[in-house]
């Protein structure tokens, strides 16, 4: 009986203390700051992005949300151009911005990014094409600055196509 009320005791000492039980997995407190210098519009921005994408398990402790649909409802690849990594960068700034509550402070900033990602993804290609690729490019741009923020539901493009002769 002694024994047995030694233990009980024991176990709750070590549970008020905090011992044999799992850390509570805590936040890194410069995941503002990595989220920060992986959406800016450099190259050396978007090469971070990318490498960290490719090793996205040594950022486990940041929780980042890697999700992507790349350029949603937009085709990834218009007319051949591979604008599918430009869209996924794009995608993770807003989603993440979105999830710290700090995305109306940093879309211009993103969606800037993301035109900067597209022209240095058509300077890739050849002179003859790169004039179309580049509209494309300002295209894309300008639908997600002026659209970006805008949640579309299924029920909304029914409606519109209902209108539609």
């Not at 600055?145 to 029914?158: L, N, P």
Request: glycine fraction near 4%; proline fraction near 4%.
């Amino acid at each position: 009986m002694t024994r047995r009320l030694i233990i009980v005791f024991a176990t709750a000492t070590a549970v008020l203390l905090g011992f044999g039980q799992p850390a509570l997995a805590t936040i890194p407190a410069d995941k503002a700051a990595v989220l920060s210098s992986w959406t800016q519009t450099s190259v050396t921005s978007y090469n971070a992005w990318n490498s960290a994408r490719r090793n996205q398990s040594a950022w486990a402790a940041y929780e980042f949300n890697w999700s992507t649909d790349y350029c949603s409802s937009s085709p990834d690849n218009p007319l051949g151009f591979d604008f599918k990594l430009a869209c996924y960068r794009h995608d993770f700034g807003y989603r993440n911005y979105k999830a710290v509550g700090t995305f109306s402070a940093n879309k211009s900033r993103l969606d800037s990014a993301f035109y900067e990602d597209l022209k240095r993804r058509c300077a890739t290609y050849s002179a003859v094409v790169r004039p179309a690729c580049n509209s494309l490019a300002w295209t894309y741009y300008q639908a997600v600055k002026t659209f970006g923020s805008v949640s579309v539901k299924q029920s909304d493009i029914d409606r519109a196509a209902a209108l539609l002769p």
